[in-house]
């Protein structure tokens, strides 16, 4: 069987499972996600031992510690995703909601209402808790999905489909609802792309070059996430202290994720003062620090930082800074070097953070707050689907509101056209 035919089959399921999740009572999608939540927090230890399997297999092929770190599912890990599933489970229902109502002088009356998108296909790396989040969030909107991880988290990703499955059948749903792709191989992913007769949008999750791929490849709509060349400008009445503070977490907290700092601008005007004190918190940290010949003057360990370096989204315990002389150069560069993801401005001038804010066109922006609250559970949207940096039909932390379109319910009595 070649990948098209095998994809098929995912297809056709999925498309046969459509209409009755879509039209199914929210109380059932919830007791799904209830179920799936119990199953899980029950099933730790199991867990645990598969991912671990993974984990390993990981750092035998050789893989960055990041990318290990993306891996990895511990207490808190599982704990987030059993929170985000019991927050969708309290989020307001959205499956064929009225948006207006209203009557044209020749007496039609025209309804639109949200209906779900479809069929979802995401394809993923490493993050085994995509697994859940994601499903978690097309049962509750009442879409199908199909799911593509990466061969580096197969088992763990088999297992937690397992648990999504049993819960939907339990609570009396299709268990195609959300189908994960047991075959790894990279031919399967080419295909999926373009399997538009069955899946209504691809998003994938991870690398600059997976989403590139996706975007140059797919026949299917596509949703650009994930990609962060995230800035933060440190202007010149900030407080050193909470930049610093803020840099740190930022950068440390989880350097694998799209929202973690990769690129500081430091207003010239404190570099002398300022640099210093974030350098010796960058290296009792573990980051590698790379910056302009400014910065080198000033911090002479810092290590030389190329252009290529300003584009680079590190995913790792790596920063490079840049001296700017005020916010103007500050926004260029931004402008010109960001994934139009997160960003942030460091100050104590009311009106120059309103610049900043008003000026850079990025999915969040930031003022005096690290940029890792970029992020579907932290804006309290339950799990996200993905962090979008593009402008259709979706932006930012991709909740449950943004897996809706619209359907147009029009009725006449007997209207004709004129």
Request: charged content about 30%; glycine content about 6%.
């Amino acid at each position: 069987m070649d990948a098209k035919q095998y994809l098929e089959e995912y297809g056709a399921k999925a498309r046969a499972a459509v209409v009755s999740l879509a039209n199914s009572p929210v109380e059932r999608r919830n007791d799904a996600l209830k179920k799936l939540a119990e199953i899980i927090e029950n099933s730790k230890d199991e867990i645990y031992a598969v991912n671990k399997l993974d984990v390993e297999y990981a750092r035998e092929k050789g893989l960055s510690s990041a990318m290990v770190d993306r891996l990895v599912l511990n207490e808190k890990r599982v704990h987030d995703m059993t929170k985000g599933l019991e927050q969708l489970i309290n989020l307001q229902e959205y499956c064929n909601k009225v948006e207006s109502v209203y009557e044209r002088p020749d007496g039609l009356v025209i309804k639109k209402i949200l209906v779900p998108l479809g069929v979802i296909a995401i394809i993923y790396e490493s993050r085994p808790n995509v697994t859940v989040d994601a499903a978690g969030l097309c049962i509750k909107s009442g879409n199908v999905c199909i799911l593509r991880g990466g061969s580096e988290a197969i088992n763990t990703n088999k297992l937690l489909a397992l648990y999504v499955r049993r819960a939907l059948e339990e609570a009396g749903l299709s268990g195609d609802s959300v189908q994960l792709i047991q075959n790894t191989d990279r031919a399967i992913a080419n295909e999926l792309m373009r399997l538009d007769k069955y899946v209504d949008l691809l998003i994938p999750r991870g690398s600059a070059g997976l989403i590139n791929a996706v975007t140059q490849n797919s026949t299917v709509p596509v949703i650009q996430t994930g990609a962060g060349n995230c800035h933060i400008y440190v202007e010149k009445t900030a407080d050193r202290q909470m930049a610093v503070d803020i840099i740190e977490n930022a950068k440390i907290q989880k350097p694998s994720a799209c929202n973690s700092v990769e690129k500081i601008l430091v207003d010239r005007d404190i570099l002398a003062e300022f640099l210093p004190e974030l350098n010796e918190r960058m290296k009792k940290d573990g980051v590698t620090v790379k910056g302009c010949e400014e910065c080198r003057a000033v911090c002479g360990d810092i290590l030389p930082a190329t252009e290529e370096d300003w584009y680079k989204e590190y995913n790792d315990l790596i920063l490079a800074v840049k001296a700017v002389s005020g916010i103007d150069e500050a926004l260029a560069r931004i402008d010109k070097y960001s994934t139009k993801h997160s960003e942030a401005i460091i100050t104590g001038d009311a009106a120059l953070a309103d610049k900043f804010m008003r000026g850079v066109d990025s999915a969040a922006v930031y003022h005096n707050a690290s940029t890792r609250f970029s992020d579907g559970f932290e804006f309290g949207m339950g799990a996200e689907i993905g962090i979008s940096t593009q402008k259709l039909h979706a932006r930012g932390p991709m909740g449950l509101r943004e897996l809706y379109t619209c359907k147009y319910l029009v009725e006449g009595k007997g209207n004709i056209r004129k």
